[in-house]
Nanobody
Framework: QVQLVESGGGSVQAGGSLRLSCAAS????????MGWFRQAPGKEREGVAA????????FYADSVKGRFTISRDNAKNTVYLQMNSLNPDDTAMYYC???????????????????WGQGTQVTVSS
């Protein structure tokens, strides 16, 4: 079981930025999606962004498009989430995840992922 460890969360005022990192404890494998998900109290876990490790193709939820950028460093088995123009609606626990490419589910659907990090809290104040 590959362990994923998130870092970079914290508290920031609206309009600010944070950069999250997710490091895998071992080689994650080829042909994988890695993604960022978030869950706020009382809400379902929501896909935020994903990247296909082989090509670097990226996918974003409409709510973060233009504000967040996902990237990956395959050599370091690490994925990043640059979050700009944060607003209070972005407040949530953010989770890093990895999964195979063989599922027909959306890459932003949490059900397609089998490796999960412990989460890092992001709090945005107005």
């Amino acid at each position: 079981q590959v362990q994923l460890v998130e870092s970079g969360g914290g508290s920031v005022q609206a309009g600010g930025s944070l950069r999250l990192s997710c490091a895998a404890s071992a080689y994650i494998g080829s042909g994988k999606f890695m993604g960022w998900f978030r869950q706020a109290p009382g809400k379902e876990r929501e896909g935020v962004a994903a990247v296909y490790t082989n090509t670097g193709s990226t996918f974003y939820a409409d709510s973060v498009k233009g504000r967040f950028t996902i990237s990956r460093d395959n050599a370091k088995n690490t994925v990043y989430l640059q979050m700009n123009s944060l607003n209070p609606d972005d407040t949530a626990m953010y989770y890093c995840a990895a999964g195979p490419s063989s599922y027909g589910l959306s890459v932003l659907n949490p059900q397609r992922y089998n490796y999960w990090g412990q989460g890092t809290q992001v709090t945005v104040s107005s």
